[in-house]
Nanobody
Framework: EVQLVESGGGSVQEGGSLKLSCTTF????????MGWFRQAPGKEREGVLC????????EYTDSVKGRFTISRDNAKNTLYLQMNNTEPGDTAMYYC??????????????????WGQGTQVTVFS
């Protein structure tokens, strides 16, 4: 059974930092692209960042440019999202996702079992 388990969410003051983690179980993590997505209340899910097994990064939105960094530790089957200089607009449920190939696509391409359960990030001013 595939499981993607996120952690690291919470509340942070504007300008602060958080680091999200996503550990994968039940699948060979190293071969596939992994991504972070987020969904704010009343809005559609949007892509944040994605990374292939070779470290090629896709930026889905300019709003996190220069503030968020994606990385992965293949030995630990873990994906990370370092969030710096956070803004209230970053408030959302954050989800990790796995693509069943080694390139990044949109959220519609992620199959159901390959989403994490989400971790809430709240940025207050």
């Amino acid at each position: 059974e595939v499981q993607l388990v996120e952690s690291g969410g919470g509340s942070v003051q504007e300008g602060g930092s958080l680091k999200l983690s996503c550990t994968t179980f039940g699948v060979t993590y190293i071969d596939y692209a992994m991504g972070w997505f987020r969904q704010a209340p009343g809005k559609e899910r949007e892509g944040v960042l994605c990374i292939t097994s070779q470290g090629r990064i896709t930026e889905y939105t300019d709003s996190v440019k220069g503030r968020f960094t994606i990385s992965r530790d293949n030995a630990k089957n873990t994906l990370y999202l370092q969030m710096n200089n956070t803004e209230p607009g970053d408030t959302a449920m954050y989800y990790c996702a796995m693509f069943l190939y080694d390139y990044c696509r949109g959220a519609e391409a992620v199959r159901g079992p390959y989403w994490g359960q989400g971790t809430q990030v709240t940025v207050f001013s």
